[in-house]
């Protein structure tokens, strides 16, 4: 066991990296770009190192200035965190490289401060999966929810409206986890979540505490979108910047999830009466469903595929939370893969949604008309995305899907496995039906670039490629590496008891 | 039994798979990218044919990729059941090559890269379904064929194309994620493996019901060999260009459904607990009933490839029925079909390509007197279509007279009748095409009928093919020594 610094490292410097954006970049709009990518790189080599480590010598806590625990801030860099981290860090390398191309064009002289906002929400994502401490986790989210608000704002066409909305939203699901802390401290006197877990099976489990517990949970829910509490989603993520969704879309949502599964069982413990009583599990499991199938079915009513995409996000969130209350290995596997799977997809996604945008503009079905041949690169990415999305191996997608089925199956939750296969159909539905207009609809003969029949292939820029046949590549490399990362991360990262 | 680990399996299902990226990089000189084909599928044809004497001998080849869920790895295995179609299937595509150069050149076809690269990703699929060691690496490959053969279905992206293509991935996706997919996930959750054991590995780990869903999910799942009622997608997938419907509608993708349901009912099932438990009676009541249906279906047809399209469903259910009187007979029989119908059909097929080229016909009613203009192709024709009815000295009548045996060693004599019955039927349905080819007076004929064929890139392929047939009955021990292995182990 070797506590280094590295991990400090990785999140500070986004940190950082964002004060020297705001200030440098208001004389040169050229340091940005170098700045940005620079500190991400270097996070997310330090966040790697980190990893390996973890993976040797096993994880391990950290106190940050020595400000001892429980007064203090306390970090824990254990399995589940530092993967957390990884994907993070590597979801925001890949990210930025296309962001930076797409923010330079769209928000021209205000690429400094979309860049600020964007290297703070990324430092709070850091913080958010390694924090150790019950209330920093709401500070953190905070800071990452206000930045994000921030960045929706910098959007297209409704885009303040859409952040109120969110803003009040995210700000009620702040409450609620901030009453649920409270009635926490004020059962236990602490909130460093080792402490918690120590003490509360100690308690007796009365109202206080499943009202602790739930308003903690009901104000995750609203961060994280779940069904039905999930309305001002699908608006915020179709109004952002390109630039901010290849970012916001892939890692709010699962971060916190990540938060859930750390607050029900880092803080909680599987043994909790309120995760077993079985007439609970029922009702969140069965709510996961309704909302997987309700999210699928609304994907299906739209004409654009950015706001399609919005409510797969949706479904998505369904799975995982469904997983994880599955309460048994095999869901929580598959809860816990699917995170780092779905934050890939979607990444690979709008990373796609992005290229397209650069070229195409608006992003209705229509206007998607003979992209094959125009962006063959770009639609290969998608293609292979939406394989993950509807679970073809060797694609991640399957993989966490298969662990989620069989959990579902090992519950006896029927109504939750339906939903997995139908949602997989309905996927297969919404984007084959994508693809078919890019393969067979030929643009119109005015539209830019189209002679007679014979349609240039233009490219988006190699910045917004790259990172778009990285993600898709990774969709893959990770499906096939599933055998290890469960092996060797998630089962070691399962609480006791399972 | 002697299986050694080999990297000889991967490189037979990867050569087209890489081979795909030269074709699309020699996109602007048609020669070289035809080269490359016919090179890639000789190479594929070598290697496969290069692992056959271990087999022979009683042993194979195995390869790990990857293990991705505990106990279950994406591997290969070559064994006897493997190797018996992906010998089939890899000939067969070097004749396929040469005859879409001499097809799409004649027709002068557009994207003529992207169907070659399609072609070349879809048998790589082909092979790696034959290959595989485990029910997750089939699914996998069996994916990877729905989807590569999509643009080769859609290929002239009109709206006809668009629907079929539609009704395609509906039918292969849809019932892949829906029965396959569950029923995989319920086996390994009863058996904890999913790897391909002789003689099963679900005996004793479930009940009569449980494994009679099973099946049916199977049955259903795998609609690429088309059992009815989820045979919808095959006439509608006609609309490709000919080489595609001749290979991959008549031997590749078809064939891997059957294949693949003949795997599950070897290797997952395993005879025995499907005998014990008396469910041998689904498969074959269930490849009945698409056996004469079918048959009946395909004498109202015009269009002569949906004819045959229609004819190719009901042949396809006869290897299931085969399989399903479990007896060694039939069983042999079921395997053997896959063969004897891969080359009598694939030799139909080109055939109606050669006469589309040639004469410009794909109704059946508007080829009268063309077999006088055409002998070669109509006389490979018959042949097949003798092949596919079960005349001897063509090798479906081995395959037939197997099944006939199979049933009356079960003591099924219904069956016996569907076989013969439906082989009437058959006889019904080609014949006439043959009769109006030869006898019947040419509608629009001037007197003077020259012969004019198909160019000769496309007479070559349906020639050896047709040959191919009488060749299979006379000499037929390789099929029946790779069976043999199947059957009794």
């Given at each position: 066991?070797?506590?280094?610094?590295?991990?400090?490292?990785?999140?500070?410097?986004?940190?950082?990296?964002?004060?020297?954006?705001?200030?440098?970049?208001?004389?040169?709009?050229?340091?940005?770009?170098?700045?940005?990518?620079?500190?991400?790189?270097?996070?997310?080599?330090?966040?790697?190192?980190?990893?390996?480590?973890?993976?040797?010598?096993?994880?391990?806590?950290?106190?940050?200035?020595?400000?001892?625990?429980?007064?203090?801030?306390?970090?824990?860099?254990?399995?589940?965190?530092?993967?957390?981290?990884?994907?993070?860090?590597?979801?925001?390398?890949?990210?930025?490289?296309?962001?930076?191309?797409?923010?330079?064009?769209?928000?021209?002289?205000?690429?400094?401060?979309?860049?600020?906002?964007?290297?703070?929400?990324?430092?709070?994502?850091?913080?958010?999966?390694?924090?150790?401490?019950?209330?920093?986790?709401?500070?953190?989210?905070?800071?990452?929810?206000?930045?994000?608000?921030?960045?929706?704002?910098?959007?297209?066409?409704?885009?303040?409206?859409?952040?109120?909305?969110?803003?009040?939203?995210?700000?009620?699901?702040?409450?609620?986890?901030?009453?649920?802390?409270?009635?926490?401290?004020?059962?236990?006197?602490?909130?460093?979540?080792?402490d918690l877990a120590r003490i509360i099976p100690t308690l007796e489990s009365g109202p206080a505490l499943a009202t602790a517990f739930s308003f903690c949970i009901v104000g995750l829910w609203i961060k994280m979108a779940f069904f039905p509490l999930h309305v001002w989603l699908p608006n915020a993520y179709s109004d952002m910047p390109d630039g901010a969704a290849v970012l916001v879309a892939p890692l709010m949502t699962k971060v916190t999830i990540y938060l859930m599964i750390r607050f029900m069982f880092s803080i909680f413990s599987p043994a909790y009466e309120f995760i077993q009583h079985a007439a609970v599990q029922q009702i969140v499991v069965g709510v996961a469903a309704v909302g997987i199938v309700c999210a699928s079915a609304m994907a299906l009513?739209?004409?654009?595929?950015?706001?399609?995409?919005?409510?797969?996000?949706?479904?998505?969130?369904?799975?995982?939370?469904?997983?994880?209350?599955?309460?048994?290995?095999?869901?929580?596997?598959?809860?816990?893969?699917?995170?780092?799977?779905?934050?890939?997809?979607?990444?690979?996604?709008?990373?796609?949604?992005?290229?397209?945008?650069?070229?195409?503009?608006?992003?209705?079905?229509?206007?998607?008309?003979?992209?094959?041949?125009?962006?063959?690169?770009?639609?290969?990415?998608?293609?292979?995305?939406?394989?993950?999305?509807?679970?073809?191996?060797?694609?991640?997608?399957?993989?966490?899907?298969?662990?989620?089925?069989?959990?579902?199956?090992?519950?006896?939750?029927?109504?939750?496995?339906?939903?997995?296969?139908?949602?997989?159909?309905?996927?297969?539905?919404?984007?084959?039906?994508?693809?078919?207009?890019?393969?067979?609809?030929?643009?119109?003969?005015?539209?830019?670039?189209?002679?007679?029949?014979?349609?240039?292939?233009?490219?988006?820029p190699a910045m917004m490629l790259q990172p778009l046949v990285v993600a898709a590549a990774a969709l893959i490399g990770v499906g096939l590496a599933t055998g290890p990362l469960v092996q060797h991360v998630i089962r070691v990262a399962l609480p006791g008891g399972f | 039994m002697n299986v050694e680990p080999s990297i000889l399996p991967l490189a037979a299902v990867l050569i087209s798979l890489l081979g795909a990226v030269p074709i699309l990089l020699s996109d602007r000189r048609p020669n070289l990218r035809e080269a490359w084909t016919v090179l890639i599928s000789l190479g594929k044809f070598t290697i496969i044919a290069a692992l056959l004497p271990a087999v022979l001998e009683g042993g194979g080849y195995r390869f790990t990729v990857a293990e991705v869920?505990?106990?279950?790895?994406?591997?290969?295995?070559?064994?006897?059941?493997?190797?018996?179609?992906?010998?089939?299937?890899?000939?067969?595509?070097?004749?396929?090559?040469?005859?879409?150069?001499?097809?799409?050149?004649?027709?002068?076809?557009?994207?003529?890269?992207?169907?070659?690269?399609?072609?070349?990703?879809?048998?790589?699929?082909?092979?790696?379904?034959?290959?595989?060691?485990?029910?997750?690496?089939?699914?996998?490959?069996?994916?990877?064929?729905?989807?590569?053969?999509?643009?080769?279905?859609?290929?002239?992206?009109?709206?006809?194309?668009?629907?079929?293509?539609?009704?395609?991935?509906?039918?292969?996706?849809?019932?892949?994620?829906?029965?396959?997919?569950?029923?995989?996930?319920?086996?390994?959750?009863?058996?904890?493996?999913?790897?391909?054991?002789?003689?099963?590995?679900?005996?004793?780990?479930?009940?009569?019901?449980?494994?009679?869903?099973?099946?049916?999910?199977?049955?259903?799942?795998?609609?690429?060999?088309?059992?009815?009622?989820?045979?919808?997608?095959?006439?509608?997938?006609?609309?490709?260009?000919?080489?595609?419907?001749?290979?991959?509608?008549?031997?590749?993708?078809?064939?891997?459904?059957?294949?693949?349901?003949?795997?599950?009912?070897?290797?997952?099932?395993?005879?025995?607990?499907?005998?014990?438990?008396?469910?041998?009676?689904?498969?074959?009541?269930?490849?009945?009933?698409?056996?004469?249906?079918?048959?009946?279906?395909?004498?109202?047809?015009?269009?002569?490839?949906?004819?045959?399209?229609?004819?190719?469903?009901?042949?396809?259910?006869?290897?299931?029925?085969?399989?399903?009187?479990?007896?060694?007979?039939?069983?042999?029989?079921?395997?053997?079909?896959?063969?004897?119908?891969?080359?009598?059909?694939?030799?139909?097929?080109?055939?109606?390509?050669?006469?589309?080229?040639?004469?410009?016909?794909?109704?059946?009613?508007?080829?009268?007197?063309?077999?006088?203009?055409?002998?070669?192709?109509?006389?490979?024709?018959?042949?097949?279509?003798?092949?596919?009815?079960?005349?001897?000295?063509?090798?479906?009548?081995?395959?037939?007279?197997?099944?006939?045996?199979?049933?009356?060693?079960?003591?099924?004599?219904?069956?016996?009748?569907?076989?013969?019955?439906?082989?009437?039927?058959?006889?019904?349905?080609?014949?006439?095409?043959?009769?109006?080819?030869?006898?019947?007076?040419?509608?629009?004929?001037?007197?003077?009928?020259?012969?004019?064929?198909?160019?000769?890139?496309?007479?070559?392929?349906?020639?050896?093919?047709?040959?191919?047939?009488?060749?299979?009955?006379?000499?037929?021990?390789?099929?029946?020594?790779?069976?043999?292995?199947?059957?009794?182990?």
């Open positions: 066991m070797s506590p280094t610094n590295l991990h400090m490292y990785a999140l500070a410097t986004p940190l950082i990296g964002a004060f020297a954006v705001m200030v440098a970049g208001r004389y040169s709009k050229r340091v940005v770009a170098p700045i940005v990518l620079g500190v991400l790189s270097f996070s997310f080599a330090a966040a790697l190192t980190v990893f390996l480590q973890v993976l040797s010598g096993g994880g391990f806590r950290y106190v940050v200035g020595n400000w001892l625990a429980p007064y203090g801030i306390e970090l824990s860099v254990d399995h589940l965190g530092s993967l957390m981290q990884v994907l993070v860090s590597g979801v925001a390398l890949t990210a930025s490289v296309s962001a930076v191309k797409s923010v330079a064009k769209d928000l021209e002289d205000r690429q400094h401060l979309f860049f600020t906002l964007y290297l703070i929400l990324i430092a709070g994502l850091h913080g958010l999966v390694l924090t150790a401490d019950a209330f920093n986790v709401y500070v953190l989210l905070e800071i990452a929810s206000i930045t994000a608000y921030g960045l929706i704002a910098l959007g297209r066409g409704r885009a303040i409206v859409s952040s109120f909305n969110y803003v009040i939203m995210g700000s009620t699901g702040a409450c609620f986890y901030l009453l649920g802390i409270g009635y926490l401290y004020i059962l236990t006197g602490t909130l460093n979540m080792a009513g739209q004409k654009n595929l950015r706001r399609m995409l919005t409510y797969l996000i949706v479904a998505e969130v369904g799975y995982m939370v469904g997983g994880v209350w599955l309460a048994n290995a095999q869901g929580m596997t598959g809860a816990i893969l699917h995170i780092v799977n779905d934050a890939l997809m979607t990444l690979c996604l709008f990373l796609a949604v992005s290229a397209i945008a650069s070229r195409v503009g608006e992003l209705d079905f229509e206007s998607l008309r003979g992209l094959f041949r125009r962006m063959p690169v770009t639609m290969a990415a998608l293609v292979v995305a939406a394989l993950s999305m509807i679970g073809v191996p060797p694609t991640c997608g399957f993989f966490s899907k298969w662990y989620l089925l069989l959990g579902g199956i090992e519950a006896g939750q029927w109504l939750y496995v339906g939903a997995l296969i139908f949602s997989s159909l309905v996927n297969a539905i919404l984007f084959f039906r994508v693809i078919e207009i890019a393969y067979f609809r030929m643009p119109d003969a005015d539209a830019p670039g189209t002679g007679h029949g014979a349609v240039q292939v233009r490219e988006a | 869920l505990p106990g279950v790895a994406i591997a290969l295995r070559v064994d006897a059941m493997g190797m018996y179609f992906a010998l089939v299937a890899s000939f067969l595509w070097i004749l396929t090559s040469i005859y879409s150069i001499g097809y799409m050149r004649a027709l002068n076809e557009h994207d003529q890269t992207r169907y070659y690269a399609s072609f070349a990703v879809a048998m790589s699929a082909t092979v790696g379904v034959a290959f595989s060691a485990n029910l997750l690496t089939l699914y996998l490959f069996y994916e990877m064929l729905s989807l590569s053969t999509y643009p080769l279905v859609t290929h002239k992206q009109d709206a006809e194309a668009r629907s079929a293509g539609r009704k395609y991935l509906t039918y292969l996706l849809g019932t892949s994620v829906a029965f396959t997919l569950p029923a995989m996930i319920l086996i390994y959750t009863l058996t904890g493996t999913l790897d391909f054991t002789a003689g099963g590995i679900l005996a004793g780990k479930a009940g009569a019901p449980t494994v009679a869903l099973l099946l049916v999910l199977l049955v259903f799942g795998f609609a690429k060999a088309a059992v009815m009622p989820l045979h919808g997608w095959l006439p509608a997938a006609m609309v490709a260009p000919t080489p595609v419907s001749s290979f991959l509608h008549g031997v590749a993708v078809v064939k891997v459904g059957v294949f693949s349901i003949l795997r599950m009912v070897f290797f997952v099932f395993g005879t025995g607990l499907l005998a014990d438990l008396n469910l041998g009676a689904i498969l074959t009541a269930l490849a009945s009933v698409t056996i004469i249906v079918a048959s009946l279906v395909a004498l109202t047809q015009d269009n002569l490839k949906r004819r045959l399209a229609y004819s190719t469903i009901g042949q396809l259910s006869y290897m299931i029925l085969g399989a399903g009187m479990l007896t060694a007979a039939g069983m042999t029989g079921g395997l053997l079909h896959l063969s004897m119908h891969a080359f009598g059909k694939i030799t139909l097929f080109l055939c109606a390509g050669a006469i589309y080229i040639a004469a410009h016909k794909s109704n059946i009613s508007e080829m009268d007197g063309l077999g006088r203009r055409m002998p070669v192709t109509y006389a490979a024709f018959f042949l097949a279509s003798l092949s596919i009815i079960g005349m001897p000295p063509l090798g479906g009548f081995l395959s037939k007279w197997s099944m006939v045996i199979g049933a009356i060693d079960g003591g099924q004599l219904l069956l016996v009748a569907v076989i013969l019955v439906s082989s009437l039927l058959n006889a019904a349905y080609f014949f006439p095409i043959v009769y109006r080819g030869f006898f019947a007076r040419a509608a629009e004929g001037n007197g003077r009928e020259e012969v004019r064929e198909a160019p000769i890139l496309c007479l070559i392929p349906l020639s050896i093919t047709a040959l191919f047939c009488l060749g299979l009955f006379l000499w037929p021990s390789l099929a029946l020594q790779l069976i043999q292995l199947v059957v009794s182990p």
